[in-house]
């Protein structure tokens, strides 16, 4: 049986440290051939996606994020629903070390307003379906 306090110290050497990436540490060590998620639709079929698409498209909407100005430290809300385009949008704004504001579609427009007012947030992702919600 190992040794949970010597299990601590390695998760903490490895984990709490500056350089530690969130990108790395979740997708990108993983074989990029091997599904990373898969979403079930409203016909009950999968969407899966591997671990090298959601490298790829999690950069691409990084790049497209830091573009616009987004850097460390912002504040990112999404109201989006649960599946490939909240994990690929959640990945994307770690990797520029900015801050998810997971927004529930569940919310009434005044507790989105307070949540992004109080949070500060720079940007809101949001789908088509949920958009009333901000007017």
Same mark, same amino acid.
């Given at each position: 049986?190992?040794?949970?306090?010597?299990? %601590? $110290?390695?998760?903490?050497? =490895?984990?709490? &440290?500056?350089?530690?990436?969130?990108?790395?540490?979740?997708? *990108? @060590?993983?074989?990029?051939?091997?599904?990373?998620?898969?979403?079930?639709?409203?016909?009950?079929?999968?969407?899966?996606?591997?671990?090298?698409? %959601? $490298?790829?498209?999690?950069? =691409?909407?990084? &790049?497209?994020?830091?573009?616009?100005?987004?850097?460390?430290? *912002? @504040?990112?809300?999404?109201?989006?629903?649960?599946?490939?385009?909240?994990?690929v949008t959640a990945l994307a704004t770690w990797r520029l070390g900015a801050v998810l504001v997971p927004l529930l579609s569940s919310f009434a427009p005044s507790a989105i307003t307070q949540r992004l007012t109080d949070s500060n947030?720079?940007?809101?992702?949001?789908?088509?379906?949920?958009?009333?919600?901000?007017?």
């Amino acid at each position: 049986m190992s040794d949970p306090a010597q299990l %601590l $110290r390695d998760w903490i050497a =490895t984990y709490d &440290t500056p350089t530690t990436s969130v990108a790395h540490l979740l997708c *990108d @060590r993983h074989d990029p051939d091997t599904i990373a998620t898969t979403e079930i639709g409203p016909t009950l079929e999968p969407t899966t996606l591997t671990y090298g698409q %959601l $490298r790829e498209r999690s950069q =691409t909407l990084a &790049t497209g994020l830091a573009h616009r100005g987004i850097q460390p430290g *912002d @504040r990112i809300a999404t109201l989006l629903p649960k599946g490939i385009d909240l994990t690929v949008t959640a990945l994307a704004t770690w990797r520029l070390g900015a801050v998810l504001v997971p927004l529930l579609s569940s919310f009434a427009p005044s507790a989105i307003t307070q949540r992004l007012t109080d949070s500060n947030t720079r940007l809101v992702i949001c789908a088509d379906e949920y958009r009333t919600k901000l007017d």
